[in-house]
């Protein structure tokens, strides 16, 4: 049995247009309840924008959220497709440094996979993996 990453995506997230206020898309992500929004730019996937970014760019800078635009403090969009294994999707997060991944498949998004619900099935995962091992370290059967 594959682990993929449709089975363990989000269907629920926010949006936020890229000429958004910071401001705006801080209360879009507070009212989503996610930590997140992705960035849309003429309703195309462009980004995304999170409390970290707030944070360390807007915040942190003193900047005033009310004038400075999501496109200034977005990071880059990585995605995955609904049917790549999940443990293709950590790896994806682990080289790019990203603790979320887009979901997406002819550039309509799906959903999104967070680091944090592929921790939280990680016991899954191993057994699956140790049992593949011992499958095919031992491929007779007693």
């Known amino acids: 049995m594959a682990f993929v990453v449709s089975k363990y995506m989000d269907?629920?997230?926010s949006t936020v247009d890229i000429d958004s206020t910071v401001r705006a898309a801080a209360r879009r992500i507070a009212e989503g309840g996610t930590g997140?929004?992705?960035v849309l730019e003429q309703g195309v996937p462009a980004g995304v924008i999170s409390a970290v970014?707030?944070?360390?760019?807007v915040?942190?800078?003193?900047l005033?959220?009310?004038?400075?635009?999501?496109?200034?403090?977005?990071?880059?969009l990585v995605s995955?497709?609904?049917d790549d294994d999940v443990i293709k999707a950590s790896e994806v997060m682990q080289e790019r440094k990203r603790?979320?991944?887009?979901?997406?498949?002819?550039?309509?998004?799906?959903?999104v996979v967070m680091a944090q619900g592929v921790a939280e099935h990680s016991p899954e995962l191993i057994d699956l993996a140790v049992r593949d091992i011992i499958?095919?370290?031992f491929p007779w059967k007693p």
């Open 80 to 82: 995955v497709d609904p």
């Open 64 to 76: 005033d959220s009310g004038t400075v635009k999501v496109r200034d403090v977005m990071v880059p």
């Open 99 to 111: 603790g979320l991944l887009a979901v997406m498949r002819d550039g309509i998004v799906y959903g």
């Open 53 to 57: 970014e707030i944070v360390s760019s």
């Open 11 to 13: 269907r629920t997230f």
């Open 36 to 38: 997140f929004a992705l």
């Open 135 to 137: 499958r095919w370290g």
């Open 59 to 62: 915040v942190a800078g003193a």
